[in-house]
């Protein structure tokens, strides 16, 4: 079996420093040894040096939205989900591209593209899949109002409206049954939906219970869209195990989260930088202008109280979020206050924890599947050698070299 051997400054996503002399040695798809290259076995491998580089584990980004619009195609305007479908198995590619070996997807896309990547049908990140995203009608996910609450479930491929304890129980079903990991909903309003407020509660104490409960039944988890704090607390409380955006939230919120071990995901590159955007309509630049500034205080009381910051993007390889640059999170995390550290553990090991994959992704250590990458700077002094796929040198995913322009 070959065995690759890779030399360089080494960040591991356990320690708090770099490895200025550092050595990673691979076997198959498993890490043999990561740690000071004096230490490490004598061997046959194949040495690979990093160079003025650095060796990192694999990136992961655990809020991803695989729709594939941006490559689908002009046929009937690009609407026809195969043609969508087709367009997300390039646009993965991309992501390994940048570095990323691991993606958490909010889409029904994500169902069948997680599949063909187990099968070695389709090159791309390992992708843990939630299936539609579930919320209410007049929600967050409610972007046509126009249509009906059943054309709407059965065109739209990203998300589900439901409504009622029974009709929320339906909808999880109905993600498992199509080979959902997880459940992600929408707690609260946010910034891109027409008919709510960033702030507005969505689902009742009695929908959030039937969901979580339900997802607990298949032995998961759900995760929420949260920008106001109200609904983040109403999902706390029903068992939500995961916040994503969390952009409003008070001291409440995060004394819960600690004290449940709720991680929460950042999301900072679209929350600082939406209301930049040209020719947004009125009533979405006055949201996005609202939650810039207290997504950056939420940060601050999360690091705080200790509690798990794990990376995600929100990105969709729109003009605005190409998946090339899905890095900018990490310079998005170190604008936001985190260090740079702290924004490359929150974009690995903290990553892989919300996968729940942790102990098989997201450090380098002896024992893991051997996802790294390694990029042509020092992140530590210089955050931008993560934000784009041209920094990213080499990617190793499951031993297997899927790309090399050292």
């Not at 991803?64 to 969508?84: N, R, T, V």
């Not at 507005?200 to 959030?208: C, G, I, K, N, T």
């Not at 298949?218 to 969390?246: D, K, N, P």
Request: aromatic share 6%; net charge negative; proline share 3%.
């Amino acid at each position: 079996m070959k065995k690759i051997l890779l030399k360089g400054r080494m960040i591991d996503a356990v320690s708090d420093a770099a490895i200025e002399d550092g050595a990673v040695l691979i076997e198959g798809d498993k890490i043999l040894y990561a740690g000071e290259a004096s230490l490490c076995p004598e061997t046959d491998a194949e040495v690979i040096s990093a160079g003025e580089g650095t060796i990192l584990p694999g990136f992961i980004d655990v809020h991803a939205h695989l729709c594939g619009d941006e490559d689908a195609g002009s046929f009937a305007g690009g609407k026809l989900f195969g043609d969508q479908l087709i367009g997300a198995v390039y646009q993965i590619g991309l992501l390994l591209d940048a570095g990323f070996t691991g993606i958490r997807d909010m889409s029904e896309a994500g169902l069948y593209l997680s599949r063909g990547v187990e099968r070695g049908a389709i090159r791309g990140p390992r992708i843990v899949p939630g299936g539609k995203v579930l919320g209410i009608t007049s929600g967050h996910v409610d972007f046509a109002p126009d249509l009906t609450k059943e054309y709407i479930n059965s065109h739209d491929h990203l998300s589900m409206l439901c409504d009622g304890p029974d009709d929320c129980v339906r909808a999880v079903r109905e993600q498992f049954r199509m080979g959902a990991k997880f459940i992600k909903i929408c707690a609260t309003g946010g910034v891109s939906s027409p008919t709510d407020r960033v702030d507005d509660v969505q689902f009742s104490p009695e929908e959030l219970r039937a969901i979580v409960g339900e997802a607990k039944r298949h032995h998961s988890y759900v995760c929420a869209h949260c920008t106001g704090y109200e609904g983040a607390y109403q999902a706390l409380l029903a068992g939500v195990e995961c916040i994503e955006h969390g952009v409003m939230l008070t001291q409440r919120e995060i004394d819960l989260m600690a004290e449940r071990n709720v991680p929460l995901v950042s999301t900072l590159s679209v929350s600082l930088g939406v209301a930049n955007i040209p020719g947004l309509p009125d009533w979405m630049h006055e949201k996005a202008l609202l939650c810039a500034e207290n997504n950056k205080k939420t940060i601050a009381m999360a690091r705080k109280a200790g509690i798990r910051i794990a990376f995600g993007t929100d990105f969709s390889n729109s003009k605005n979020t190409p998946y090339l640059e899905n890095g900018r999170e990490f310079e998005a995390m170190v604008r936001g206050g985190m260090t740079p550290m702290e924004s490359i553990k929150a974009g690995t090991i903290n990553a892989a924890y919300v996968m729940r994959m942790d102990d098989q992704i997201g450090s380098l250590e002896a024992g893991k599947l051997a996802d790294v990458v390694i990029v042509d700077g020092d992140p530590l002094s210089d955050i931008f050698c993560l934000t784009h796929a041209d920094h990213v040198k080499m990617v190793i995913k499951g031993g297997k070299i899927e790309k090399n322009t050292l």
